[in-house]
């Protein structure tokens, strides 16, 4: 039972480059989410789908774009990495579309921007 | 006051003891919460949902309290596995979002 699944585990880059955080989910949930962890706070909501083709920016937006493929996959893309885009990348699901349910994660994407 | 703040510890405590950890809230609308467990470089693991006065499942018991506008989440019976930082979690505005608190952090020691 796989949940929630991102690739890949653990990227560095250099600043300027470009990148796709990869996330799956086999819970045929209706709602995914893209968060940063940096150390000493909390998560913080970069971009989540509310269902499968619609996306909507969250508190931490800029530099990065979402695609939601379809109900599976949400991917996170940046476009030309920054230092202070270094943190872990942790996506998430939830059967919600109204409402509040818990969300699921999965075990993250470590990032570090050079 | 944020949307959802906690103490953020550590809280050390010896095995066996009882420990309760509370989170406050701001938006009086409120009504589902949750609380996760992180392990230090680990994803956030579901632990309990609070929906209504509170919910208890083994040695945890989470309470909701409306009126002061706080959640709280009480571990009895420690134990070395418990150590861990626990998010407390509240909705954020519209549908489908949550917030998370940055974390309360329990070492329990032998």
């Known amino acids: 039972n796989a949940g929630v699944t991102q690739t890949p585990k653990f990227q560095v880059l250099k600043t300027g480059q470009s990148m796709t955080l990869q996330c799956a989910q086999d819970m045929n949930h209706n709602s995914m989410y893209w968060y940063r962890q940096d150390p000493g706070m909390g998560l913080r909501l970069i971009y989540y789908s509310a269902s499968e083709g619609t996306t909507d920016k969250g508190e931490v937006p800029n530099g990065y774009n979402v695609s939601r493929l379809n109900k599976r996959e949400f991917s996170l893309r940046l476009e030309s990495a920054a230092p202070s885009q270094t943190s872990v990348y942790f996506c998430?699901?939830?059967?919600?579309?109204?409402?509040?349910?818990?969300?699921?994660f999965g075990d993250g994407t470590r990032l570090s921007i050079l | 006051r944020k949307e959802v703040e906690q103490d953020p510890g550590p809280f050390n405590v010896p095995e066996g003891a009882t420990v309760a950890f509370n989170c406050t809230y701001s938006n009086s609308a409120s009504q589902s919460f949750f609380w996760y467990r992180q392990d230090c470089r680990k994803e956030p693991k579901l632990l309990m949902s609070v929906y209504s006065s509170g919910n208890e499942d083994g040695r945890f018991t989470a309470q909701l309290n409306r009126a002061s506008q706080y959640i709280s989440l009480l571990i009895r019976d420690s134990k070395l596995s418990d150590s861990a930082t626990y998010l407390c979690v509240g909705p954020r505005g519209g549908y489908n979002k949550l917030i998370f608190g940055a974390g309360t952090r329990l070492a329990v020691h032998p």
């Open positions: 998430a699901s939830s059967e919600a579309q109204e409402g509040w349910q818990p969300q699921h």
